[in-house]
Nanobody, 131 residues
Framework: QVHVMESGGGLAQAGGSLRLSCLLS????????MGWFRHPAGKIREGVAG???????TYVDSVKGRFTISKDNVKNTLYLQMDSLKPEDTALYYC?????????????????????????WGQGTQVTVSS
């Protein structure tokens, strides 16, 4: 019913910035919690940031103070502003949307989303940060 598509990934130097976008399309009449996860090469997927339907944001400790998640409800677009990038931020970044009945916050912290929350995942956008 709904789809998400990430964009904005690319190359950056340590200390630089990138802004990721995620377009939510389809029937968006019902609310969705949305977030960003990332998968570094050779490591397990981890949560990055999430925003619930009430606007509450959640960040993992490794990105607090550097990344900012926001959503434009008119454009149905989720953003992740990434500042002060570090080489360890290098990963494939995924956007995810959950029906509004489910919160993204606990799953962002956990680093995984259970199937019972009916997640819709994007294909990912690569972020590479050089030292």
């Amino acid at each position: 019913q709904v789809h998400v598509m990430e964009s904005g990934g690319g190359l950056a130097q340590a200390g630089g910035s990138l802004r990721l976008s995620c377009l939510l399309s389809g029937d968006t009449s019902s609310g969705y919690s949305m977030g960003w996860f990332r998968h570094p090469a050779g490591k397990i997927r981890e949560g990055v940031a999430g925003i619930d339907t009430d606007g509450t944001t959640t960040y993992v400790d490794s990105v607090k103070g550097r990344f900012t998640i926001s959503k434009d409800n008119v454009k149905n677009t989720l953003y992740l502003q990434m500042d002060s990038l570090k080489p360890e931020d290098t990963a494939l970044y995924y956007c995810v949307a959950l029906p509004g009945a489910y919160k993204i916050a606990p799953w962002t912290t956990l680093g995984a989303i259970p199937d019972f929350s009916h997640p819709t995942w994007g294909q990912g956008t690569q972020v590479t940060v050089s030292s």
